[in-house]
């Protein structure tokens, strides 16, 4: 499927990324094939199964988008999308801020 291609890359990178770092969840590994749907249909998904909601989007040069879903259990999802299809590109645990705030304790 053409349209798939880019964000066929980037899992790929991703993926290679994420098995340098450690497992994935097991629920998300990419074993197989990419697990592709609409973009509104994984996020549905993510937040009914994992309690995950949208917490970083960014936007590439070449107009793909990374969005970063995250639990208040510290569990997370990176979906790469063109806005009308996904495909997880990395999942994990362990969620925390770049400043190092523990994202899982509610804030005082």
């Not at 697990?35 to 509104?40: H, L, S, T, V, Y």
């Not at 996020?43 to 793909?64: C, H, K, N, V």
């Not at 879903?69 to 979906?79: A, D, N, R």
């Amino acid at each position: 499927m053409k349209i798939l291609s880019p964000c066929l890359h980037a899992i790929l990178a991703a993926a290679t990324s994420a098995a340098l770092m450690g497992a994935p969840r097991p629920a998300l590994s990419q074993t197989g094939p990419p697990f592709c749907a609409f973009r509104d249909v994984l996020a549905d998904m993510l937040r009914r199964t994992y309690g995950e909601a949208l917490r970083i989007r960014a936007t590439e040069e070449g107009g793909r988008i990374i969005e970063f879903y995250v639990s208040p259990s510290g569990t997370w999802t990176m979906l790469v999308t063109n806005g009308a299809v996904g495909c997880v590109g990395a999942s994990g645990t362990n969620w925390a801020e770049a400043d190092g705030r523990d994202t899982t304790r509610p804030q005082m």
